[in-house]
């Protein structure tokens, strides 16, 4: 990959985590290997949790301190800028 000032996630993240589901049989039909392509990251998306304050997201993260420590929460991906803790119902 060129240098750039900027770059696409996705290209990014393809090229070091190839998809597994195009095998090489696959690589010669593109249609197929788009639509697998597509298939994947559609399922990544609706597994996502999404922040509701700035849409970044949300991680399981484990408290290191505190009273809370070792209990699991999501938080913000997007941390420092974005500080939103969701924490689970217990």
């Known amino acids: 990959m060129k ?8 290209e990014v993240r393809e090229l070091i985590f190839p998809p597994e589901s195009v095998t090489l049989t ?4 593109s249609d197929s290997a788009i639509e697998n392509t597509e298939k994947s990251q559609s399922k990544e998306s ?15 993260r484990v408290a290191k301190k505190g009273k809370h420590k070792g209990a699991e ?3 913000c991906s997007a941390f420092p800028r974005c500080r939103y803790v969701e924490t689970p119902d217990v």
Do not use: H, M, R, W
């Open 3 to 10: 240098a750039a000032t900027a770059y696409n996630l996705i």
């Open 73 to 75: 929460f999501l938080a």
């Open 26 to 29: 696959e690589i010669g039909d």
């Open 46 to 60: 609706e597994q996502k949790t999404l922040s509701p304050k700035c849409s970044s997201e949300l991680v399981q």
